[in-house]
């Protein structure tokens, strides 16, 4: 027997947090120690490697929107457990662990907007809502927004972070696609624009849906963009995949988007993309 | 072709034997055995429809998979009174998992897609076992095009297991062309009948799947994920592949439920695999009605109806 004894455990397992509270935070880029404010001030870029943190929707509305003009709607509509879906735990739960964890109803936010006096209607999903699947509220929330934009005649911006459709509710997710989809061609059909923003990660159904279908399609620097996971790639072909493989860089190289843009830029060059579309 | 038993197929296969035995006995034998036959296969016609009637997600699951179960080109050849294949996206390549064509069925001109699986293992490599790359949906989608400006209905024939997660298929745009082909789809200008005729399975399915009517065959399957997908995702255990199918819903019969499918197709008993001749012949049937009622529409009325048909999908609170 030994003649120690450990009088408390040190480290217990804790939830996994978006951003670590304290004053300091290590960039995930590049292990650098960044001040929180400074990281605050420069919009969750790292200053020394301009790795670009998952930040969430309440964020990137301040970001992009002119103060106190997102006009949110839908808000109110939940998610539904139509399967029952039971894997390691019951959708149900987890849809209510999902919305007590974030304050948010479903993994997407809609609303009017405006970006420097332009009126748009903006879409921005949220990462930390089950990873920002979509399900039948999200293609929901989608299509009732493009329809809004229709009517009043304003271009649509999505801001899409997703790891793809919601396996939970089984096709019904996978319909989203379709939906969603079908909207869009309504808008283009009335000759309205959309702007894509792809931001880490966008892939799955998302990807291979409104994702991929902007008139403008802008990413931020290193975001994961792709269809199938790299995981599931790499477990498919056996072997690792090349560095740099399914990133924003790659993507430009093989024309899939149109640019690459610094957080602190995005807000500037969609007014100048908003002005273009506007100028009759 | 050696057949391919499944464990619940076993009772009835072994019975069909025993009446064949029979059968060949009082041919050659003179044995009065008449009586006897009726008899078992009055039984074997009831066990069909007890075992068919009661399977498990998994089971239909497993039927979908059933390697001689007929493939796209089955189909065509038995249907068409004439199919010319038309190959390649004119940018990239053409992509063996996807045929399609110029097709009659009776006289009515149709254009044909569908996911092409393989059945020796040489044709499966070929076919890279129905799973397409990005030229495949771009291919399909200029087949479709095409359809549309000579007002041609469309019919698409779906059988895959999702389109491939490989570096060529990622380099060459998976997302954005099966994105495109939704985009497309829910607005062509002509009736498009979609048929789950085996698995349907992800984006991969859905790249050729939107349209005004979509129907299943009575032992496929459709989801958002493959079963061992699913399953390595939730338990990162793919033989868990049975509790998943279970948990997502993905039968005929459930689908037809939550409104993703307008109807089910029968297949002749005991399964599509028992009898291609019969399995084309019902879906030649359905094929027809489907299109005959579709040309009726006028073309406003036909997108119309369309957009709201994927409008109404989904469950939600508020």
């Known amino acids: 027997m030994s003649w120690f004894k450990r009088e408390s455990f040190g480290l217990v397992p804790q939830e996994k947090k978006e951003l670590p509270d304290g004053l300091w935070i290590k960039c995930e880029g590049c292990n650098e120690i960044i001040y929180k404010k400074e990281l605050d001030k420069n919009l969750y870029v790292c200053m020394k490697c301009n790795h670009h943190f998952t930040i969430n929707s309440k964020t990137y509305i301040k970001i992009l929107m002119d103060d106190g003009t997102f006009n949110e709607f839908n808000d109110q509509i939940q998610s539904v457990d139509p399967l029952k879906f039971k894997g390691t735990r019951r959708y149900a739960e987890q849809l209510k662990t999902a919305m007590k964890k974030t304050g948010l109803n479903e993994a997407i936010r809609t609303g009017f907007g405006q970006i420097n006096h332009h009126d748009v209607v903006f879409c921005v999903m949220d990462f930390s809502f089950i990873g920002g699947s979509m399900g039948s509220v999200v293609g929901e929330k989608i299509s009732r927004a493009i329809q809004l934009a229709i009517e009043r005649h304003m271009p649509v911006i999505i801001l899409s972070t997703s790891g793809g459709a919601r396996m939970m509710e089984g096709a019904l997710s996978l319909m989203q696609m379709a939906k969603t989809s079908a909207y869009l061609a309504k808008l283009s059909d009335a000759g309205l624009p959309y702007i894509s923003i792809c931001t880490n990660p966008t892939t799955g159904g998302v990807s291979a849906s409104y994702a991929m279908l902007g008139d403008i399609i802008i990413a931020e620097p290193g975001a994961l963009i792709g269809f199938a996971g790299p995981r599931v790639i790499k477990q498919t072909i056996g072997q690792d995949l090349p560095p740099g493989f399914q990133r924003s860089e790659f993507m430009l190289d093989h024309g899939f988007i149109d640019v690459i843009l610094n957080r602190q830029e995005i807000k500037e060059k969609l007014t100048q993309i908003l002005e273009f579309f506007e100028a009759q | ?318």
């Open chain 2, 1 to 318: 072709m050696d057949t391919y038993i499944l464990d619940f197929e076993r009772p009835i296969i072994e019975l069909e034997k025993k009446i064949q035995e029979m059968k060949d006995l009082s041919i050659h034998d003179d044995l009065r055995l008449q009586d006897d036959i009726a008899r078992l296969e009055q039984k074997a016609e009831k066990l069909r429809k007890d075992i068919y009637s009661k399977l498990s997600r998994w089971q239909r699951v497993q039927l979908a998979r059933h390697p001689q179960r007929p493939y796209t080109l089955d189909y065509i050849k038995r249907i068409t009174s004439s199919f010319l294949e038309l190959h390649g996206d004119r940018s990239y390549g053409d992509d063996p998992a996807i045929v399609g064509g110029l097709a009659k069925i009776e006289d009515l001109p149709v254009v044909i897609i569908g996911h092409q699986k393989g059945r020796t293992t040489k044709e499966k490599l070929h076919r890279n076992f129905g799973m397409p790359h990005p030229e495949g949906y771009r291919k399909a989608l200029r087949i479709m095009k095409l359809a549309a400006r000579f007002k041609r209905p469309i019919v698409t024939l779906i059988d895959t297991i999702g389109a491939y997660p490989g570096i060529g298929a990622e380099e060459r745009g998976q997302a954005e062309a099966i994105a495109k082909n939704l985009f497309e789809m829910s607005h062509l200008p002509v009736p498009i009948l979609i048929i789950i005729i085996g698995e349907g399975a992800s984006g991969g399915a859905l790249g050729i799947g939107v349209g005004d009517r979509v129907l299943m065959l009575e032992n496929t399957w459709y989801s958002v994920i493959s079963p061992e997908g699913c399953a390595a995702i939730l338990w990162r255990d793919s033989t868990r592949a049975e509790q998943a199918a279970e948990a997502m819903k993905l039968a005929p019969t459930d689908l037809l439920e939550i409104g993703i499918i307008d109807g089910i197709i029968k297949e002749p008993s005991g399964g599509a695999h028992r009898d291609h001749d019969k399995a084309a012949a019902i879906l030649k049937t359905t094929i027809i009605e489907e299109l005959i009622n579709l040309n009726q529409l006028p073309v406003d009325q036909l997108l119309e109806q369309r957009i709201q048909k994927y409008s109404k999908m989904g469950f939600w609170s508020e």
